[in-house]
């Protein structure tokens, strides 16, 4: 039987990670933190599908194709779309997967546009704050579920 996959999805900007501003975002890349979460998997015995996209539209797509390919769960950043996307929270409601909310910084102690998040009103739970970690205490978190 195939193993089980876990979607991680990231939105917009987060492409550039490692590039830019690291004194919020850190260092690593976002292959990084993928190359990180593969060896967590196969530790765990689950496969890891990592995408990035700058359009909200792919990002529903995939929350829609994570629900009819039977993952286990979507770990998703979805950046600055967080403060700003009803699509994503219909979307995140429209499916019965489990959808974790990840940051890499805590939007709560930033500017307080960032305090609102759609997808937190809908997610099953939220871990931000801990750079490239909260990746991996999201995929913790989606293995206890
Ligand atoms: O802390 C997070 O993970 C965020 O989702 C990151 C978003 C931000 O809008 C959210 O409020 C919190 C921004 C992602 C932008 O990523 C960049 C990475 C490197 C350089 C510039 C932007």
Do not use: C
Not at 17 to 35: K, N, S
Not at 79 to 89: D, N, P, Q, R
């Amino acid at each position: 039987m195939a193993a089980p996959t876990i979607f991680v999805l990231n939105g917009p900007n987060l492409n550039l990670l490692g590039t830019r501003q690291p004194e919020i975002y850190g260092h690593d890349t976002l292959d990084d933190i993928a190359a990180r979460l593969v060896a967590r998997g196969e530790q765990l015995g689950v496969d890891i599908d990592m995408r990035q996209s700058n359009h909200e539209g792919h990002l529903v797509d995939w929350l829609h194709e994570a629900q009819a390919e039977g993952a286990k769960a979507v770990l998703l950043n979805a950046g600055a779309f967080t403060h700003t996307s009803v699509a994503l929270y219909d979307a995140i409601k429209a499916i019965s997967t489990p959808v974790i909310e990840v940051h890499l910084s805590n939007p709560h102690t930033r500017e307080t546009f960032r305090h609102k998040s759609y997808i937190g009103m809908a997610a099953k739970g939220t871990i931000a704050g801990f750079g490239p970690t909260s990746y991996m205490l999201a995929l913790d978190a989606a293995m206890a579920l």
